[in-house]
């Protein structure tokens, strides 16, 4: 077996941390105060993609 195949078995996989790192960052923005420039981007945002859905659907 190689060194390299050694390394691939003992590294941590990452592959499952999404959805958790997600959860924490929703959790992060709404227990941290966020500066209202970010509110006001994420507020556009959330619109967009509101709209983007409704002609997609339409």
Same mark, same amino acid.
């Given at each position: #077996?190689?060194y390299s195949? *050694? &390394? #691939?078995n003992n @590294? =941590?996989s990452?592959? %499952?941390l %999404?959805?958790p !790192?997600?959860l924490v960052a #929703? &959790?992060?923005m #709404? *227990? !941290? =105060? !966020? =500066? =209202?420039?970010?509110l006001d $981007?994420?507020? @556009?945002?959330n619109?967009? &993609?509101s709209?983007? *859905? $409704? $002609?997609v *659907?339409?």
């Amino acid at each position: #077996m190689s060194y390299s195949a *050694v &390394l #691939m078995n003992n @590294t =941590p996989s990452i592959k %499952g941390l %999404g959805i958790p !790192l997600l959860l924490v960052a #929703m &959790l992060a923005m #709404m *227990v !941290l =105060p !966020l =500066p =209202p420039i970010m509110l006001d $981007l994420f507020f @556009t945002f959330n619109i967009a &993609l509101s709209l983007v *859905v $409704l $002609l997609v *659907v339409i």
